[in-house]
């Protein structure tokens, strides 16, 4: 029991008042946060464009900052970006997909209850363990494939990728099925459905903008994803797309310039930021679509 | 006829597509199996006791993680203290004092929108603002400064639903007995709220425990050979360490890198056993 202490009445308002200011001050961070995101990337971008015109930025076909002569185009970066999205989601979609209507609609409870803490597991493991189990357990596969595989390679960071982002999918997309409602499976159950056709036209197309919205989501985190490819992607921007080469992400640029020594205020230092820019306009753009998305299209029952 | 074989062949397609959706289940299972078993086949023979408290080394049957353990150690606890009472009293701000206006919905959204900011960008973020702007250099501070504001919006988003889980009865049961808003806060909402709030912060640091991408950015180094004394010192953490191991031409320092990783993942299992222990304690309390 705690021993109720009577103070002055005017003590405890001003008490109550200073309470409220400090936790309003605390409401403000966040958008401190982002104006500090905003701010802090946008202004050495900024710097980067007196030097670098945009076209050459978003056009250039080679990226080659730190080389004499040094050549700006960001192209090779977002196409090593875009080989790993696009690998990370063969895999990603369709298997977390699959698993979330299998958890939803078919499994039995308590193997459900076995399954599903699994799969939050495997979302609770550092990107650093799937970048080393990419880079010593899924690279000497696909070498036993295909021979003439580099040993760093866009295939195999981006097969990690898309594990690692199978619990989003399917987390998402399992929450937006278990919430349509029961009387529409009923309903076509009592029509004669198999569990298939009701997982195929009732559940999945209500929760359809959810499902679509997870995909989305997931595409973005793998154009964030960093450790991973930067630990098995290799780091020779390339435009290429051949996955069993080795190529460079945006973000595997950014910790390689990060791990070196480039001087403050530099060119090379720069192009961080202006890397950085780019990737959160598309991760931002991502996050927006997802959620209109959601909010648009989502049906209420 | 006809109409049996329809049936017939609508019901193989339920017990195909069965089965297929039932291995994609069990894909995340085989692979978790398999990480697990790689990890520790190859890093176990590497653990032991020099393992832990040696620092890192050329020569890897020398190579420890001590310096490691011991920054990740630092940050965990300081990005704990910044925070967990940032985060909680952000989420206090928004549930029981903001009222609904445009600006509340505002700052909600901005929170959404921050937990889906890639973390090398919050990286960046400390680069400019706490290493350079503020002065604190690559030091522990910044990096816990900056793995501060990664994971506020995973607290502040659990920690908002944890506190509108909490019955409108028992608060108004409070005020009833004349307490003030923050009584009843301390006093009943908080506590109730508490196993809800620990899950999410909890999820929070783990997640910052294993981060490495903004952390390199920040400018924690990759080879440290002291150990830090202060949150002032430069540092590297386990994430950064293993990632080091794993780059280096030598085949050893793969098993060695594995070895850290069992660590890594011991000490995150470790973490969230005292999570679920911590729930289900408060959990029962609330429940008499």
Known sequence: MKKIVFESKERIKKNEEVIKKLLTVLGFISIFTTVGIIFSLFEETFLFFRRVSIVEFLTGREWTPLFEPPKFGVLPLVAGTFLIVIISSIISIPIGLGSAIYLSEYAPKKVRKVLKPTLEILAGIPSIVYGYFALTAITPIIKTIFPETSVYNALSAGIAVGIMTVPLVSSLSEDAMMAVPDSLRLGAYALGATRYEVSKDIVVPTAFPTIVASFILAISRAVGETMIVAMAAGSTPKLTFNPLESIQTMTGYIVQISMGDVPYGSIGYRTLFAVGSLLFLITFTLNLISRYVMRRYRRAY | ?288
């Open chain 2, 1 to 288: 006829m006809k109409e049996q074989d329809i049936t017939k062949r609508r019901k193989i397609k339920n017990k195909i597509f069965h089965a297929l959706i039932f291995l994609c289940t069990l894909f995340g299972i085989f692979i978790l199996s398999v990480l697990l078993f790689s990890i520790l086949s190859k890093g176990l023979k590497w653990l032991s006791i020099d393992f832990i408290t040696n620092f890192p080394s050329r020569f890897p049957k020398k190579a420890g993680i001590y310096p490691a353990l011991l920054g990740s150690l630092w940050l965990i606890i300081l990005t704990a203290l910044i925070s967990f009472p940032v985060g909680i009293g952000t989420a206090l701000y928004l549930e029981e004092y903001a009222k609904d206006t445009k600006l509340t919905e505002f700052i909600k959204l901005n929170i959404a929108n921050l937990a889906g900011v890639p973390a090398i960008i919050y990286g960046m973020l400390g680069l400019a603002v706490f290493v350079r702007m503020l002065g604190l250099g690559r030091s522990i501070l910044s990096g816990a400064l900056t793995m501060s504001l990664l994971i506020l919006p995973t607290i502040i988003i659990s920690s908002q639903e944890a506190l509108r889980s909490v019955p409108e009865s028992l608060k108004q049961a409070s005020y009833a007995l004349g307490t003030t808003k923050w009584q009843t806060i301390t006093g009943v909402t908080l506590p109730y709220a508490l196993p809800g709030i620990l899950t999410g912060t909890i999820l929070g640091i783990s997640r910052a425990l294993g981060e490495a991408a903004p952390l390199i950015v920040v400018g924690a180094l990759a080879y440290v050979s002291f150990v830090p004394k202060t949150p002032f010192d430069q540092f590297t953490v386990l994430p950064i360490q293993i990632f080091n191991w794993s780059s280096m031409p030598k085949k050893e320092f793969q098993n060695v890198a594995a070895a850290g990783i069992i660590v890594l993942l011991f000490i995150l299992l470790g973490i969230n056993s005292i999570a679920i222990l911590l729930r289900n304690k408060y959990q029962i309390r609330m429940k008499d």
